[in-house]
């Protein structure tokens, strides 16, 4: 028997193809007597095939093969797995990617699809699986550049390796939402709105791990960083959005203000925060949009200064836009572009994207963007959207 590293790897993998209960331990012990025989200490061959597993993770194995070889190695108690069988398999590769924008013509033919349609779906065996961004859909599905994470490493990186960890965690979040969230008719359409209000409190408002809000927050973000356990997030959100906007699609009636984020539901958010947790957030928010709208402080009154920060804070609050009195004056002849990146990116920087409402707001009361033009029904193509896309810095 080969005892080198490459020979055990040949020798290894041939057994994770048998049957995926077949007992490992006779074979692994098997290698052990070799090593007597071939005089290689015990040690080396335990640290060779720990090294091994560490190489080719949950490529080779199914979870019984992994608690089974995993024993192997603590039973040699130079391997110190802190009790825990998973030490091994759960450092998975991790790799990052650059921004993914507009100026990728496939980005921006996404983008414009997500828009019309709300999402883009992928069919594996006769199913639809919706996507809800862009960026995520091209991960999905195209090969990619990437760097491993650590070493820095270029790569090209085959999205669609993840795509099922996707759908297998998306059906997990249909699965939830219907044993935990389904009801009959007879409760939708009931008057005191209760289903539909609690509904869009998850969808919206609900805090979730790692600072996340809403359900929905799949749609306005992508991984930067490529993991399955990342990508195994936003497939089970995408399944419990999907069942909302399936809901919302056969009643539409009582969902007809589903959408709307009143002060009251902002308020029902903030609740389950402390008042330090809420006012550290708010903290955050507003010196992010300070730093963005520095260099144009100048080219605003005070008061359109303090009027264009309230209302980006009352969008982050709320979920909505305010209805502003009068419209924002900017003085002189600021770049445009320069400034609608701006708002880009205090956006980008809460998780967001641009958004047709964002637009709309712009285009409505700030008086730089009041002669841009603006198509609601092919906003991809109008100059106001290339205004906030256009990357300036």
């Known amino acids: 028997m080969d005892l080198t590293k490459a020979g055990l790897t040949e020798y290894l993998l041939k057994l994770s193809k048998s049957d995926g209960y077949t007992a490992l331990k006779p074979y692994l012990n098997r290698?052990?007597?070799?090593?007597?025989?071939?005089?290689?200490?015990?040690?080396?061959?335990?640290?060779?095939v720990y090294h091994i597993c560490k190489e080719h993770k949950t490529r080779f194995w199914n979870e019984y093969h992994r608690r089974e070889i995993t024993n192997w190695l603590k039973d040699s108690r130079i391997i110190d797995l802190s009790g825990n069988f998973?030490?091994?398999?759960?450092?998975?590769?991790?790799?990052?990617?650059?921004?993914?924008?507009?100026?990728?013509?496939?980005?921006?033919?996404?983008?414009e699809q997500i828009l019309l349609n709300g999402s883009k779906s992928i069919k594996v065996q006769d199913k639809f699986f919706k996507v809800y961004s862009a960026q995520l859909y091209f991960i999905l599905t195209q090969i990619i550049n990437a760097k491993k994470v650590g070493s820095q490493e270029?790569?090209?990186?085959?999205?669609?390796?993840?795509?099922?960890?996707?759908?297998?965690?998306?059906?997990?979040?249909?699965?939830?939402?219907?044993?935990?969230?389904?009801?009959?008719?007879?409760?939708?359409y009931n008057n005191d709105k209760s289903y539909i209000k609690s509904l869009h409190y998850n969808f919206f408002h609900a805090p979730l791990p790692q600072q996340k809000i809403g359900w929905s927050w799949i749609k306005e973000s992508y991984p930067f960083i490529i993991s399955h356990k990342g990508i195994k997030e936003f497939g089970y959100y995408a399944g419990l959005v999907s069942e909302v906007e399936e809901l919302k699609e056969k009643h539409p009636a009582p969902f007809v203000d589903f959408d709307r984020c009143e002060e009251s539901q902002g308020s029902q958010q903030?609740?389950?925060?402390?008042?330090?947790?809420?006012?550290?957030?708010?903290?955050?928010?507003?010196?992010?949009?300070?730093?963005?709208?520095?260099?144009?402080?100048?080219?605003?009154?005070?008061?359109?200064?303090?009027?264009?920060?309230?209302?980006?804070?009352?969008r982050f609050d709320t979920g909505i836009f305010p209805i502003l009195s009068k419209p924002i004056k900017i003085n002189g002849k600021p770049n445009k572009k320069l400034f609608g990146w701006a708002l880009n990116r205090i956006f980008a920087e809460k998780g967001k994207r641009v958004e047709k409402e964002l637009l709309m707001f712009a285009k409505k009361n700030i008086s730089l963007f009041a002669d841009v033009g603006f198509d609601e029904n092919n906003i991809l193509k109008s100059n106001l959207y290339k205004y906030f896309t256009t990357k300036t810095r």
Do not use: C
């Not at 290698?31 to 060779?48: F, H, M, R, T, W």
């Open 31 to 48: 290698i052990l007597k070799e090593a007597d025989l071939q005089e290689i200490p015990k040690n080396e061959i335990y640290l060779i």
């Open 154 to 188: 270029d790569v090209l990186l085959n999205g669609r390796e993840y795509l099922m960890t996707y759908i297998k965690a998306y059906r997990e979040g249909e699965a939830y939402f219907k044993s935990h969230h389904e009801a009959g008719v007879d409760i939708i």
């Open 86 to 111: 998973d030490t091994i398999w759960a450092e998975e590769e991790v790799y990052s990617i650059d921004e993914l924008t507009e100026a990728n013509p496939d980005i921006a033919s996404l983008n």
């Open 270 to 314: 903030t609740e389950t925060k402390t008042e330090q947790e809420q006012q550290s957030e708010n903290d955050f928010t507003l010196s992010t949009i300070e730093d963005w709208l520095f260099e144009f402080k100048e080219k605003m009154s005070e008061a359109d200064y303090n009027s264009l920060v309230a209302a980006l804070m009352h």
